[in-house]
């Protein structure tokens, strides 16, 4: 969602970014993505209204998207509660209205920075070829800054508002018109790396990953001569982020600062200093530390507040390029001027400079009023003549940058609602190619034909909780980002304890995986796509889960050994959330095929369904005996848990006291002579709680803590661990494009 004239939303502590997704409370960056921050961006632009859950749906999942919908729905929401500290019983923010929708109830206040006086700036004198540059005069020793323990990434200065309503003004429809004819233009000409590289005869692309997958890199910068990458990385720990240089043909790398709110290094001409701007409200702060380690030093910009994190030092050495105020400027590194570089109309900003290989010209993006088009511009910086680039309709994202020849534009745009890469000529009117896509922040180096670029991720992690430690339960990593979205990760521990299988779609396609107990050797069973809710048989040698097929869902089991797949529901109804009987015979699963879900059973051989309940049931496992099923009453937030007979009769509640988060948060484990439940829940105080509930004795007992209340949840058969998923973070991962032209 993109609102230019209400761009930045504040509720209680929290301030929320509809353009950049940005969300802090009291100043530090919380991590909110994916569906969760879609539904709050939906509430905040109704505050006060019912948001129904079908214009919800509408919005988050398309109709061409199958989905459980009423589960995927519940979770998000609960991820967003727990996001904003807030309470289904007792809201502040989201209230729940049952059976319709949500309702955002707190006060919403819009902020919206005014433009500040521009400020009057000697122009410096021109340099002669040749001169000297001395870094003595704009650095000042650096003061150590206290911030906020959390960093912001990527931190943007407001939009300034506007009088009337970009939707209705010409410009709009302009927009609309280049957006269709455009839209048309350039999917006819897209094409991936290889395929472009071909085309123009050039050596075959080679291909990898500079930082690590469980690194969080990106913003990166070559070196003059192309032999070293600086970028910023974000750690656990504060000290462990900063800036850091590594070596292209090698593994070895320096850390040059440990402050997380440091960004966008960029390289001295001679390559042996970094210059990088440091986020510390109201802007950013630049400094400049030698490549090989030492004490970052502060450049004085002369009052002119650093409105982004983007900067550019020129191949000549004389100038540093940044945002502030509106427009871009230029700091002289040989009297310490700085000197207004362009000048946009009152309802434009310019941002993320980039120079020109002769340092001549500096290449920037133009954002006008109403969001799009974007325009990619270049200025002299001698006469400060601009030129016009391209125009997209879409956001442009991080900084485009020259190709090493001068003759086109590299860029990201997330055209068609994905980041991308673009290429576009500087010497003919051609539409923009698309040659890659999720990437941003490309950088290009001068020398050894190398790009580089980001390439973000995000996903849920799986923890195991182990709840015989010393009197306090233990938390443990056992997979981070187990996929590129909000779903699974679904963890289940295999009933001898050795093995774990989980959802994810970490090779393009929801799949079904199988890993050792403790995450590591991975190994994908699947190759079904949209495949979930795995569960273990009783040998432990083949799992049950199921995917969604064209017209509804279907109950599959493969073998851990042979990795054959075999389909057990031959319909066209949604089946899901299956399990298997105590003695391998019986496969329970929920399905619709009565009107509305129901738990079945069919053999695990195959043959034909066994309706067991007729008052509503979901998700079901067996009893320690075999006797009878638990499972949910529906696939709703909080289900009540309820028991029947195994073939099928004597339908009751089962306890008051039994309400997991949802129909995926319970386990049954072999705990005392009948067995127990165990499942997660709020604590109504503090963190949530994993509660075991004795099926003998109907006494319920908190076991552990977890940091958010859980989606999945898994145990071990005796109930001494539980698996779960909890909310992953955006990460990004730098890639390295060799042979690039």
């Known amino acids: 969602m993109r609102d230019p004239l209400n761009r930045r939303v504040k509720f209680g502590p929290f301030v929320v970014d509809l353009y950049t997704h940005e969300v802090r409370k009291d100043g530090t960056r919380i991590r909110l993505i994916g569906q969760p921050f879609d539904i709050l961006s939906v509430l905040l632009s109704k505050p006060g209204e019912l948001v129904p859950r079908e214009e919800l749906r509408m919005r988050l999942w398309p109709g061409d998207t199958y989905v459980d919908f009423d589960h995927g729905l519940n979770a998000a929401v609960n991820k967003l509660r727990e996001s904003l500290c807030d309470s289904a019983d007792s809201p502040r923010f989201i209230e729940t209205l049952p059976r319709r929708g949500y309702r955002f109830i707190a006060a919403v206040e819009h902020l919206d920075l005014q433009n500040p006086l521009p400020l009057s700036v000697p122009r410096s004198a021109q340099m002669p070829a040749g001169a000297n540059v001395s870094l003595a005069s704009p650095l000042n020793n650096s003061d150590s800054l206290a911030l906020p323990p959390s960093a912001n990434r990527e931190a943007e200065a407001p939009v300034t508002p506007k009088s009337t309503s970009f939707w209705f003004s010409p410009i709009a429809w302009a927009a609309a018109v280049l957006l269709i004819l455009t839209g048309w233009s350039i999917k006819a000409k897209t094409k991936n790396f290889v395929e472009a590289h071909a085309g123009r005869g050039l050596p075959v692309l080679r291909m990898r990953a500079f930082t690590g997958a469980d690194e969080d890199a990106a913003q990166p910068s070559f070196s003059p001569d192309g032999n070293r990458i600086a970028f910023a990385r974000w750690g656990i720990r504060s000290e462990d982020s900063g800036i850091f240089v590594r070596s292209v043909a090698g593994d070895r790398q320096i850390q040059l600062t440990s402050n997380e709110r440091d960004l966008n290094p960029v390289w001295s001409p001679d390559g042996n200093t970094i210059a990088f701007s440091r986020w510390q409200d109201p802007g950013f702060t630049l400094f400049t530390v030698p490549a090989a380690g030492g004490t970052p030093q502060k450049l004085d910009t002369r009052g002119t507040i650093v409105k982004r994190r983007e900067l550019d030092w020129s191949p000549d050495g004389w100038w540093i390029a940044f945002r502030g105020e509106d427009a871009l400027f230029v700091l002289s590194l040989r009297d310490g001027t700085v000197d207004r570089l362009t000048n946009p109309s009152p309802s434009a900003e310019d941002r993320a400079p980039a120079f020109s290989v002769d340092s001549n010209r500096v290449l920037f993006v133009r954002s006008r009023g109403g969001g799009i088009p974007e325009e990619i511009r270049t200025v002299a910086v001698n006469s400060r003549e601009e030129e ?22 590299i860029f990201s745009s997330n055209f068609g609602g994905k980041a991308g890469l673009w290429r576009v000529s500087t010497t003919r009117r051609d539409s923009p190619v698309q040659i890659g896509d999720s990437a941003a922040d490309p950088v290009i180096a001068r020398q050894g034909g190398m790009l580089a670029y980001e390439r973000a991720s995000r996903g849920l992690n799986i923890w195991q909780l182990d709840l015989t430690a010393s009197g306090n339960s233990q938390r443990t990593l056992l997979l981070p980002l187990t996929g590129q979205t909000d779903q699974g990760p679904a963890p289940q521990i295999s009933p001898d304890g050795t093995k774990l299988a989980f959802m994810s779609d970490r090779s393009g396609t929801m799949e079904i995986w199988a890993a050792a107990a403790d995450g590591k050797n991975a190994k994908q069973l699947t190759v079904i796509g949209n495949a979930g809710t795995p569960r273990w048989s009783p040998d432990s040698k083949a799992i049950v889960f199921d995917a969604n097929r064209k017209n509804g869902s279907s109950i ?59 008052n509503g049931g979901h998700a079901a496992l067996e009893s320690l005996d075999g006797k009878y099923i638990y499972y949910a009453k529906t696939p709703l937030a909080y289900p009540e848990i309820w028991q029947a007979d195994a073939n099928g009769g004597g339908e009751k509640l089962l306890s008051r006291e039994v309400r997991p988060a949802m129909w995926a948060t319970w386990a049954v484990v072999d705990e005392g002579a009948k067995g127990a439940i165990l499942f997660a829940q709020p604590s109504g105080s503090g963190s949530p709680v994993v509660t075991l509930f004795d099926l003998a004795t109907h006494r319920a007992k908190n076991v552990g803590q977890v940091g958010i209340v859980p989606f999945w949840l898994g145990a071990s058969r005796d109930g001494k661990k539980v698996v779960f998923d909890q909310p992953g973070w955006q990460q990004s991962q730098i890639m390295l494009v060799e042979n690039f032209r």
């Open 556 to 614: 599959y089991t493969v073998s851990l050994e042979g990795s054959e797949t075999r389909l057990l529901t031959l319909d066209d109804f949604e089946n899901r959330c299956p399990s298997w009987s105590r003695d391998g015979k019986w496969i329970y699963f929920a399905s619709r095929r009565s009107g509305r879900f129901e738990v079945w059973k069919i053999p695990a051989a195959g043959g034909t369904p066994v309706e067991i309940t007729r």
């Open 388 to 409: 016009l680039v391209t125009a997209v309709t879409a956001d442009i994202i991080g900084t485009p940058r020259w190709s090493a020849g001068g003759d086109s534009v």
